[in-house]
T-cell receptor, first 112, second 115 residues
Framework: SQQGEEDPQALSIQEGENATMNCSYK?????LQWYRQNSGRGLVHLILIRSNEREKHSGRLRVTLDTSKKSSSLLITASRAADTASYFC????????????FGRGTQLTVWP | EAQVTQNPRYLITVTGKKLTVTCSQN?????MSWYRQDPGLGLRQIYY???????DKGDVPEGYKVSRKEKRNFPLILESPSPNQTSLYFC??????????????FGPGTRLTVL
């Protein structure tokens, strides 16, 4: 069963703009992870944020986590055409470590 | 290079013809799992394995079998494939030793079509 739900389903922006994607989930988590998938290809791990963390950075990526609202956001700054992909959030619960619960993803298109 | 490999990458088969999709990882990970990805549904876990000879069902196990005889390999078996198993399949692995916050590594995917 799906745990995460991304919002929006699709996002279209110009190069140089920032892209923000949101993820909501329903139950307690151990950590939340964001993945990128280029069309029909494998998933690439972007960033993992633990349940006791509120914000994390990695290059142009910034992830926030609000466990009280059961939500997370992924910000990609200064987007590039190469960032065009689907982005998924996935949660991992403490009771079932290793098992990821994915949302349906946000399709990001960055126009040159 | 640390990686998860899957074979075949593409497969077209007919209903009822048994098939196996292989998965192998070279990172000595304890945890391995299989997911399927369908449009509008995201990824759903089929089966997982915590270690050698330890396997368990995920969210959508019907019609699938797995085995974990060696730590590095985790094949997915479809005994009698049906058209509703047409999907994109991903194998993944994760270390469990050393912490609760380990990322998962995904294979490149196997696109299966059952006619």
């Amino acid at each position: 069963s799906q745990q995460g739900e991304e919002d929006p389903q699709a996002l279209s922006i110009q190069e140089g703009e920032n892209a923000t994607m949101n993820c909501s989930y329903k139950t307690s988590i151990n950590n939340l992870q964001w993945y990128r998938q280029n069309s029909g290809r494998g998933l690439v791990h972007l960033i993992l944020i633990r349940s006791n963390e509120r914000e994390k950075h990695s290059g142009r990526l910034r992830v926030t986590l609000d466990t009280s609202k059961k939500s997370s956001s992924l910000l990609i700054t200064a987007s590039r055409a190469a960032d065009t992909a689907s982005y998924f959030c996935a949660t991992e619960r403490g009771s079932t470590l290793g098992r990821l619960y994915f949302g349906r993803g946000t399709q990001l298109t960055v126009w040159p | 290079e640390a990686q998860v490999t899957q074979n075949p990458r593409y497969l077209i088969t007919v209903t009822g013809k048994k098939l196996t999709v292989t998965c192998s990882q070279n990172m000595n990970h304890e945890y391995m799992s299989w997911y399927r990805q369908d449009p509008g549904l995201g990824l759903r876990q089929i089966y997982y394995s915590m270690n050698v000879e330890v396997t368990d069902k995920g969210d959508v196990p019907e019609g699938y079998k797995v085995s974990r005889k060696e730590k590095r390999n985790f094949p997915l078996i479809l005994e009698s494939p049906s058209p509703n198993q047409t999907s994109l399949y991903f194998c993944a692995s994760r270390a469990t030793a050393g912490g609760d916050y380990n990322e998962q590594f995904f294979g490149p995917g196997t696109r299966l079509t059952v006619l």
